[in-house]
């Protein structure tokens, strides 16, 4: 985790007129912007060709790519890339957001924080759709714990409430490296010495029950962890001792 880094990267994403004024007006969205800023500089390794796709960064380690939902559409990406590269999937949550509501010409109406708030858990929501590739060592993760302003347009022409225009990132506020199956042991304490059943999942690490489902169950598919029964209404798992790391 560099902060400096990251804050650089936010400065030249905002200095590139994305903020306020700018949003809407790129395809591409600023966390994404930032996210690829902050893990390459040199624009000559983002948006490179590999094969028949078009991958985020490619750089001395690996292909990178910035994912902030639907992990289902990397699955073709990750069968080309996985054969001739490590991978490393960049996944952005927000703890905090301030939502920013700005009228259509792009002044700011109002802005308060967001009463929502995410936790790194949120990935395993997306992990279950590609969790056939979890076992593989030339994959890894990157979950990127971010505050950040969410902006909001007005609604136009009698339409009525706001629509997100863009999440600009604030802060960062932690950055949790997976880098091998043991390491999942970050966001599910005791992974690889106890038996685990989703509800205690849930209750020990304050998440909701279908988060820690999810957790457990994409590394049941991948093979990392066993299932032992049931205890309860619910499925034990244990780490699969004799795996190949």
Request: aromatic share 8%.
């Amino acid at each position: 985790m560099d902060t400096l880094a990251f804050e650089e990267a936010c400065r030249r994403v905002s200095e590139g007129k994305r903020l306020v004024k700018g949003i809407g007006t790129e395809s591409e969205g600023s966390v994404h912007a930032v996210l690829k800023n902050y893990f390459e500089t040199d624009h000559d390794s983002q948006e490179t060709s590999v094969g028949r796709f078009i991958a985020d960064i490619v750089g001395e380690n690996g292909i990178i790519e910035i994912q902030t939902s639907h992990f289902k559409n990397l699955r073709e990406k990750l069968r080309a890339f996985l054969p001739v590269a490590h991978v490393t999937v960049v996944y952005p949550v927000f703890t905090n957001k301030r939502l920013v509501e700005i009228d259509p010409d792009g002044s700011v109406i109002r802005a308060r924080r967001s009463p929502q708030k995410d936790t790194p858990y949120s990935i395993f929501r997306e992990v279950y759709q590609i969790s056939e590739f979890l076992s593989d060592s030339s994959l890894s993760f990157v979950i990127m714990v971010l505050e950040c302003d969410e902006y909001r347009r007005k609604g136009e022409n009698g339409h009525i409430g706001t629509s997100v225009i863009d999440r600009f990132p604030t802060r960062l506020v932690d950055q949790i490296n997976i880098d091998s199956p043991r390491d999942w042991e970050k966001l599910i304490p005791g992974l690889t010495e106890k038996e685990l059943i989703s509800p205690e999942l849930a209750r020990i690490q304050h998440i909701p029950g279908n988060y820690a489902s999810a957790a457990l169950a994409s590394l049941y598919k991948a093979g990392i962890l066993d299932r032992l029964g049931k205890r309860g209404r619910s499925y034990v798992y244990r780490y699969r001792q004799n795996r190949a790391e």
